[in-house]
């Protein structure tokens, strides 16, 4: 398995107290070297404008280039929700993030090697020309759309558990029916999105959770409303938006999963993958706030990548 992570994603700072922090990346590096998984780091390339605008408008990104500050730290929202910050080295650590994804694709196609992507910042509420939610560029959009036009790809699922639905995901391909999206989120919670009649063309699936959703009530749900329908879409290559926030330690959430429910998700994933999509899975890194509980599901959902292989 190949991790993809550079020291650019850990130079991004988001102020005092912000919980998209470099601490987020630090305790998932060093829980994964100091286990026993076998896994090869890669540095993260800085992606082509040319890719992202497969999915972003390039004078959109240039745009949020510009406002990047020589010296401290600007908001790119209005408020309730201006903590989607620049700062003089954003540029890097978001171009490094998308790259990732590009660089995870070509390995899957090429080596057929699973991939996790460890880069923040995070993508899946970046919406076409909006920056939200602490992300600006759709690393995982961008990976899907770079997949179908360099590899021919017919048809890519993505699958979302982070506690936060994924607007930005769900807005870019709501009637695309190449791409399934689906997802299971606390509702309601921010973004406010993700109702489970936002269907698309029906390649939307999402799966609501209310506050307090212990693991069996969640396997539950996840099995019959994200796993079912990716199943019966069938997908050629699944790509997983992972966010740890669904854990019971999380501050931003009320969902209570505990570390080893990461490992009985991903690994369902993979048994769908491994019937539909010849083992293909590329996972990307979300959310998830609580370092104790991000350390201790990220090997959950690593060991999870790496059955059946």
Same mark, same amino acid.
């Given at each position: 398995?190949?991790?993809?992570? #550079? ?28 286990? @026993?998984? !076998?896994?090869?780091?890669? /540095? !993260?390339?800085?992606? /082509? ?13 240039? &745009?949020? *280039? ?7 730290? +600007? ?7 201006? /903590?989607?910050? $620049? ?18 694709? @070509?390995?899957?196609? +090429? ?12 993508? #899946? ?21 770079? $997949? ?5 790809? &017919?048809?890519?699922?993505?699958? /979302?558990? @982070? ?14 029916? !190449?791409?399934?999206?689906? !997802? ?33 009530? *969640?396997?539950? +749900? ?22 740890? @926030?669904? #854990? ?5 959430? &009320? ?20 019937? #539909? ?16 509980? $991000? ?6 959902? $690593? ?7």
């Amino acid at each position: 398995m190949i991790i993809y992570t #550079h020291n650019d994603c850990f130079l991004k700072f988001n102020g005092p107290g912000h919980p998209e922090r470099k601490e987020r990346l630090e305790s998932i590096i060093s829980s994964i070297k100091s286990s @026993d998984i !076998s896994v090869e780091f890669k /540095d !993260s390339p800085l992606v /082509d404008l040319d890719i992202v605008s497969l999915v972003h408008p390039k004078k959109h990104i240039e &745009n949020i *280039f510009k406002n990047i500050p020589k010296n401290g730290i +600007i908001g790119v929202e209005q408020e309730p929700y201006a /903590d989607t910050m $620049l700062c003089p080295n954003s540029k890097n650590a978001i171009l490094r993030s998308c790259g990732s994804g590009i660089a995870a694709c @070509d390995d899957l196609m +090429i080596k057929n090697e699973r991939v996790f992507c460890a880069v923040r910042p995070p993508g #899946h509420h970046a919406e076409t020309i909006r920056a939200n939610g602490f992300c600006f560029i759709n690393n995982i959009a961008v990976a899907a759309r770079y $997949l179908q036009k360099k590899y021919k790809i &017919n048809k890519v699922a993505i699958i /979302d558990f @982070d506690v936060h639905h994924g607007n930005g995901t769900q807005e870019i391909f709501y009637n695309d029916e !190449s791409i399934a999206y689906a !997802s299971s989120h606390e509702f309601p919670l921010f973004p406010g999105t993700g109702a489970e009649n936002e269907i698309g063309v029906g390649n939307i699936f999402n799966a609501t959770l209310r506050a307090g959703t212990a693991s069996k009530e *969640f396997h539950e +749900i996840f099995e019959k409303k994200v796993l079912t329908p990716v199943e019966e879409f069938k997908p050629d290559v699944i790509l997983i938006s992972a966010g740890f @926030d669904a #854990h019971k330690r999380d501050p931003l959430a &009320n969902i209570n999963l505990d570390s080893s429910d990461f490992f009985m998700i991903t690994k369902k994933i993979i048994e769908i993958a491994n019937i #539909h999509s010849k083992g293909r899975v590329i996972s990307f890194l979300e959310g998830g706030y609580d370092l104790q509980a $991000l350390s201790e599901s990220i090997i959950e959902h $690593l060991k999870g990548l790496k059955t059946h292989i």
